[in-house]
């Protein structure tokens, strides 16, 4: 079946920098763009950064922009979000989710993500 499993997150000081992964399986990565969200309790889940799978595009929040790099390596069947220059307002779960295609991806709907991981906790804070 579908899975999408986060790790790599942890506590970490301002100023400092983590790499997430996503490790995809039941599904050909190569046929689905992938997203990055982040979600802290009871708010809505917030785009952070997508990659397409078609062309290697990638989007940002205007958040992060500048600061965080998504990334995939097909053959791995694994996506990556590098994350510098860490604020303590980037403090929440992030997970990633797959796209419901290869072309296109976005970072403000997430109705267009079809499954999702359970998340992994990042933590910035002195």
């Known amino acids: 079946q579908v899975q999408l499993v986060e790790s790599g997150g942890a506590l970490v000081q301002p100023g400092g920098s983590l790499r997430l992964s996503c490790a995809a399986s039941?599904?050909?990565?190569?046929?689905?763009?992938i997203g990055w969200f982040r979600q802290a309790p009871g708010k809505e889940p917030e785009g952070v950064a997508c990659i397409v799978s078609s062309d290697g595009e990638t989007y940002y929040a205007n958040s992060v922009k500048g600061r965080f790099t998504i990334s995939r390596d097909n053959a791995k069947k694994m996506v990556y979000l590098q994350m510098n220059s860490l604020k303590p307002e980037d403090t929440d779960a992030y997970y990633c989710?797959?796209?419901?295609?290869?072309?296109?991806?976005?970072?403000?709907?997430?109705?267009?993500?079809?499954?999702w991981g359970q998340g992994t906790q990042v933590t910035v804070s002195s």
């Open positions: 039941g599904f050909n990565l190569d046929y689905y763009s």
């Open positions: 989710a797959r796209y419901m295609s290869a072309y296109g991806c976005s970072t403000t709907n997430r109705y267009e993500y079809d499954y």
